[in-house]
């Protein structure tokens, strides 16, 4: 699934941007509620740590969840984006609303609440599952529930464009929009190309306030080494 994910970020990007899907060393296979998303959020700060040491430009957080976002935009001196963010404010350019058409249902509740933290609340008709697990998705029956869900989402919602709930339905855009008859947006690619306008705008992160880099503070037990003071290397 990391390389489907890379492939839909390379097939957007211009020509000498170099693309890297990173699956994080530590966390659960999949992201399914808030427990898994709680602990994801490590191993993703991890992988963040890691490309600002190697001078990473930027980095999409290619989760429909956007998991640690704002602690990842602490660490990072560019651009982070997460693709529910870039995929709302995309569709919200399409028409006068969109549907949401993600994995399970039990997601629905965190999905309502990043429209409503993005502004989306307006363009958000509704969120949708095809109850079919993250892990499941690569099942070639899979795509034929998916666009089921997104027609019934447009007769449902009476919506204009269909956001794509998650990073696994990221090669599926032009089939659905061949099969659904509106637009369908995926998080990977619109998060992608956004992440690619700011830094060829020169645009980084304010890094004031709230978004400044961590205060130094010492961490314990399994996070000793999320340390931001000299306590990890023993002082």
């Known amino acids: ?75 990072a001196r560019g651009p982070v984006l997460g693709i529910a963010e870039a995929a709302m404010h995309y569709a919200s350019h399409l028409g006068r609303g ?17 429209a409503e933290r993005y502004g989306m609340q307006r363009f958000c ?11 499941e998705l690569e099942d070639p029956k899979a795509r034929g529930v998916i666009a089921d869900a997104c027609r019934a989402a447009v007769l449902a919602d009476d919506s204009d464009a269909i956001v794509l709930g998650c990073a696994g339905m990221a090669d599926l855009c032009r089939y659905l929009t061949d099969e659904v008859g509106v637009p369908v947006v995926d998080g990977v690619a619109a998060a992608t190309l956004g992440v690619q306008s700011l830094v060829t705008m020169g645009l980084r992160k304010s890094g004031r306030g709230e978004f400044a880099a961590p205060l130094p503070k010492r961490y314990t037990g399994l996070l000793t080494e999320f340390s931001t003071d000299d306590s990890r290397d023993g002082a």
Do not use: K, Q
Request: with cysteine.
């Open 98 to 114: 969109f549907s949401v058409v993600t994995t399970l249902e039990r997601t629905a509740g965190r999905a309502f609440d990043l």
């Open 125 to 135: 008709l509704g969120i949708h599952g095809c109850e079919i697990p993250v892990l």
């Open 1 to 75: 699934m990391t390389a489907l994910i890379e492939e839909a970020a390379r097939a957007v990007v211009a020509p000498g941007t170099v693309v890297e899907g990173i699956t994080a060393t530590m966390g659960p296979a999949s992201i399914e509620s808030h427990y898994d998303e709680a602990l994801s959020v490590p191993g993703i700060l991890t992988e963040i740590a890691r490309g600002e040491a190697e001078g990473v430009d930027g980095y999409v957080l290619a989760c429909f969840g956007d998991p640690g976002l704002d602690a990842a935009r602490e660490l």
